[in-house]
């Protein structure tokens, strides 16, 4: 029998909770082992449970999302958390992903993408909600810290590798590329490495800013 997801909740809705959990727990794969309201009691319950995967609200009484976010880390280094939140601020967003979130999802987004979000998420792959693609675009011109490729950078890539940059832009899956190129899974996932390389970025997400930033991302629509 193959090994559920097991997840953290941290919220301090317990409304909201309860009905995450119901709908988390119609899905063979995913369990949530445990609840918190608090982060205190989310990074107690943490190390207790060692779940799978956190999903975190940013706004919490007390010790904040991001300092709870920061303490998960600190402990858990390879933990993989998603904020979820109502937060659409660019900010915020930055500040999460440079504390090492692997995700930033909204609380109004439809339950099938919060479950791809957080099989995406266990499997490595960094996830967020496709209207904060260009809120991430907007942080990093204010940041003083860039993690933009070199404009000329994208020339070294094949025109298949543009085409697969054009759909992580717009927070398309490995499997969803696969489907709308008709190639292999296992092909894609070398192209992305290969597009991570040749840009010298290291992550998704750093690949799908410099693609918006470079006006790739409505580029090589299937």
């Known amino acids: 029998m193959t090994k559920k997801i ?4 941290i919220d301090d809705h317990a409304l909201f909770r309860s009905g995450v959990k119901a709908l988390l727990s119609r899905q063979p794969d995913i369990e949530v082992v445990g609840e918190a309201a608090d982060g205190l009691e989310g990074i107690k319950r943490c190390t207790q449970l060692r779940p799978d995967l956190v999903l975190l609200d940013l706004n ?6 991001r300092d709870t976010l920061a ?3 600190e402990e858990h280094p390879s933990l993989p958390v998603i904020m979820l939140t109502v937060s659409e601020e ?5 500040d999460c992903l ?11 987004i439809e339950i099938d993408q919060l479950i791809d979000g957080i099989r995406r998420a266990v499997r490595g792959e960094a996830v967020m909600s496709p209207q904060m693609t260009g809120k991430l675009v907007e942080g990093i011109r204010h940041s003083t810290a860039s993690v933009i490729a070199p404009q000329a950078e994208h020339e070294k890539l094949s025109p298949r590798e543009r085409e697969i940059l054009a759909f992580i832009a717009r927070g398309a899956s490995n499997k969803e590329i696969a489907r709308a190129l008709d190639l292999a ?16 970025l290291s992550s998704r997400v750093q690949a799908a800013v410099y693609a918006v930033e470079q006006g790739l991302a409505a580029k090589d629509r299937a």
């Not at 097991?6 to 909740?9: A, E, I």
């Open 185 to 200: 899974e296992s092909t894609v996932k070398i192209h992305v490495q290969h597009i991570l390389r040749k840009l010298n």
């Open 6 to 9: 097991g997840v953290l909740l």
């Open 98 to 108: 440079q504390r090492g979130a692997k995700g930033y999802l909204l609380k109004n």
């Open 90 to 94: 660019s900010s915020d967003l930055m």
């Open 71 to 73: 303490l998960l880390l």
């Open 60 to 65: 919490l009484p007390g010790l904040s999302g």
